[in-house]
């Protein structure tokens, strides 16, 4: 014990420089830049970042602490980037040198669950194996479990992810995601599941302002861009689209520029005159307004 | 006269070398994986050195990337036959080449107690020689 005090009285470890080396901050910065807002969801990855590094310092000098759980849930609306940052997460896990290929494998209850009795256990082992060394990444996965059919082979699936859990936890990290109240209403009735996740993190719905700097990031991405007149279009799109049922976030944001990207090729088309690159990569405000969702009131358009 | 004092039977890679540990045959594993070969786990209680096809303990894992999985698998097959012998495989599915491209055991019976030669008279003085395992006197599953 006074061995371990004294190495750490003397020279000092400087976390700033091995946060430099596991170049982490690229990947952190990576995150910042692609993706917008999300406050909760960085500090967090921040927060499990530092404890990595600070384990692996810990390990240099002889301390254990046991390898943290970090298993998780992602809940949130649809849209909200949970895939996106399950990703994310598997580079920065691998970077830290938590895991040790840093795949992910995206699985929903049809992967996992058999259609006959002794079906599903080989079949979620297999996704298992697969998944080893990397982020089992389950989508939706209140599905799992279905309270109104007491023969329902989703509480094996459980059954035996809670054991791989448990006892390969240096070897796999499991996310699991899915709305809010239904994620709740999961963990409720598997309190075993609830227990064995340590970060439970909310992926809080997109302010106007972010979706517009979402969709500008994507049409980037595109090769694409708005012209004045279109970004202000464009806002009050969003502002109308956010309060319509099924609206998805960034998803729906996507799709409708999919479906502008569409009418500007038409409305070029159209023209039947040469086109500069200019043209070609402009996205016009009549491109937006044509959309559904401009069509109710209508009228009181000029 | 004993070349082989243990009676430990010698098929595939490494069998000359005392058992592998865990830590061993993931690095061998790893090294199969780094190749995209598909490794499959397999079982027998009958060593004879022409049987060639084990029976196979789950299906032949393809597309996995740690070793992990594969270590969980063949400790779970430990666990299901302790006293049979288990192989490892690692199959190359390259074009051309299509066959095993490692092969060893990973778990053997307590004892062996090896293979008696058997003479077989035929024909006016002629003998035929062969091998036969003592083990397989008994029936299947009862051998070790």
């Given at each position: 014990m006074g061995d371990i005090q004294t190495q750490i009285g003397d020279p000092g470890i400087d976390l700033g420089e091995l946060f430099r080396n596991s170049h982490i901050r690229e990947v952190l910065d990576q995150l910042d830049r692609d993706l917008v807002g999300l406050k909760p969801v960085k500090t967090r990855i921040r927060e499990i970042a530092a404890l990595l590094l600070v384990d692996r310092v810990r390990k240099q000098l002889g301390?254990?602490?046991?390898a943290p759980s970090l298993h998780m849930s992602f809940t949130g609306?649809?849209?909200?980037?949970k895939t996106t940052v399950a990703m994310r997460m598997a580079e920065i896990l691998h970077r830290l040198g938590y895991l040790r290929q840093g795949h992910l494998v995206a699985v929903t209850r049809d992967d996992l669950?058999?259609?006959?009795?002794?079906?599903?256990a080989p079949k979620t082992k297999e996704i298992l194996k697969k998944a080893m060394g990397g982020v089992l990444f389950i989508d939706?996965?209140?599905?799992?479990?279905?309270?109104?059919?007491?023969?329902?082979?989703g509480q094996e699936a459980i059954e035996i992810l809670l054991q791989v859990m448990e006892n390969q936890r240096d070897d796999l990290v499991v996310i699991l995601a899915g709305y809010k109240d239904r994620m709740d209403r999961f963990f409720q009735s598997n309190p075993g599941m609830s227990s064995r996740i340590a970060h439970h993190i909310d992926f809080p719905d997109y302010a106007i302002d972010e979706l517009l700097a979402i969709s500008e990031l994507m049409l980037g991405r595109m090769q694409y861009r708005l012209s004045e007149q279109a970004k202000d279009t464009l806002r009050a799109y969003i502002a109308r689209r956010?309060?319509?049922?099924?609206?998805?976030?960034a998803r729906s944001l996507r799709n409708a520029l999919d479906r502008a990207r569409l009418r500007q090729a038409n409305r070029l088309f159209e023209a039947a005159a040469p086109v500069s690159a200019d043209a070609l990569a402009t996205i016009e405000a009549d491109d937006l307004l044509k959309s559904r969702v401009f069509e109710d009131e209508a009228p009181a358009q000029p | 006269m004993m070349t082989n004092t243990g009676n430990r039977i010698t098929q595939?890679?490494?069998?000359?070398?005392?058992d592998l540990t865990d830590a061993q045959i993931t690095a061998q594993i790893r090294y199969a994986l780094k190749n995209q070969w598909a490794v499959s786990v397999e079982y027998t209680?009958?060593?004879?050195?022409?049987?060639?096809y084990w029976e196979m303990y789950g299906n032949p894992m393809f597309?996995?990337?740690?070793p992990a999985g594969i270590l969980m698998q063949i400790n779970n097959c430990r666990k299901t036959f302790p006293n049979h012998y288990i192989r490892v495989m690692a199959f190359n599915s390259a074009r051309g080449v299509e066959s095993p491209a490692m092969s060893f055991i990973v778990n053997r019976p307590e004892t062996e107690p090896g293979f008696g030669l058997v003479r077989q008279e035929v024909d006016g003085r002629a003998i035929r020689y062969t091998v036969h395992s003592?083990?397989?006197?008994?029936p299947e599953n009862e051998r070790y």
């Amino acid at each position: 014990m006074g061995d371990i005090q004294t190495q750490i009285g003397d020279p000092g470890i400087d976390l700033g420089e091995l946060f430099r080396n596991s170049h982490i901050r690229e990947v952190l910065d990576q995150l910042d830049r692609d993706l917008v807002g999300l406050k909760p969801v960085k500090t967090r990855i921040r927060e499990i970042a530092a404890l990595l590094l600070v384990d692996r310092v810990r390990k240099q000098l002889g301390m254990t602490g046991g390898a943290p759980s970090l298993h998780m849930s992602f809940t949130g609306n649809p849209g909200t980037g949970k895939t996106t940052v399950a990703m994310r997460m598997a580079e920065i896990l691998h970077r830290l040198g938590y895991l040790r290929q840093g795949h992910l494998v995206a699985v929903t209850r049809d992967d996992l669950v058999g259609q006959y009795i002794g079906h599903t256990a080989p079949k979620t082992k297999e996704i298992l194996k697969k998944a080893m060394g990397g982020v089992l990444f389950i989508d939706e996965a209140y599905y799992l479990y279905r309270p109104e059919n007491e023969r329902d082979y989703g509480q094996e699936a459980i059954e035996i992810l809670l054991q791989v859990m448990e006892n390969q936890r240096d070897d796999l990290v499991v996310i699991l995601a899915g709305y809010k109240d239904r994620m709740d209403r999961f963990f409720q009735s598997n309190p075993g599941m609830s227990s064995r996740i340590a970060h439970h993190i909310d992926f809080p719905d997109y302010a106007i302002d972010e979706l517009l700097a979402i969709s500008e990031l994507m049409l980037g991405r595109m090769q694409y861009r708005l012209s004045e007149q279109a970004k202000d279009t464009l806002r009050a799109y969003i502002a109308r689209r956010i309060t319509r049922p099924n609206f998805a976030n960034a998803r729906s944001l996507r799709n409708a520029l999919d479906r502008a990207r569409l009418r500007q090729a038409n409305r070029l088309f159209e023209a039947a005159a040469p086109v500069s690159a200019d043209a070609l990569a402009t996205i016009e405000a009549d491109d937006l307004l044509k959309s559904r969702v401009f069509e109710d009131e209508a009228p009181a358009q000029p | 006269m004993m070349t082989n004092t243990g009676n430990r039977i010698t098929q595939g890679q490494f069998s000359f070398l005392p058992d592998l540990t865990d830590a061993q045959i993931t690095a061998q594993i790893r090294y199969a994986l780094k190749n995209q070969w598909a490794v499959s786990v397999e079982y027998t209680d009958d060593p004879h050195p022409r049987n060639t096809y084990w029976e196979m303990y789950g299906n032949p894992m393809f597309d996995l990337k740690d070793p992990a999985g594969i270590l969980m698998q063949i400790n779970n097959c430990r666990k299901t036959f302790p006293n049979h012998y288990i192989r490892v495989m690692a199959f190359n599915s390259a074009r051309g080449v299509e066959s095993p491209a490692m092969s060893f055991i990973v778990n053997r019976p307590e004892t062996e107690p090896g293979f008696g030669l058997v003479r077989q008279e035929v024909d006016g003085r002629a003998i035929r020689y062969t091998v036969h395992s003592y083990a397989t006197d008994k029936p299947e599953n009862e051998r070790y």
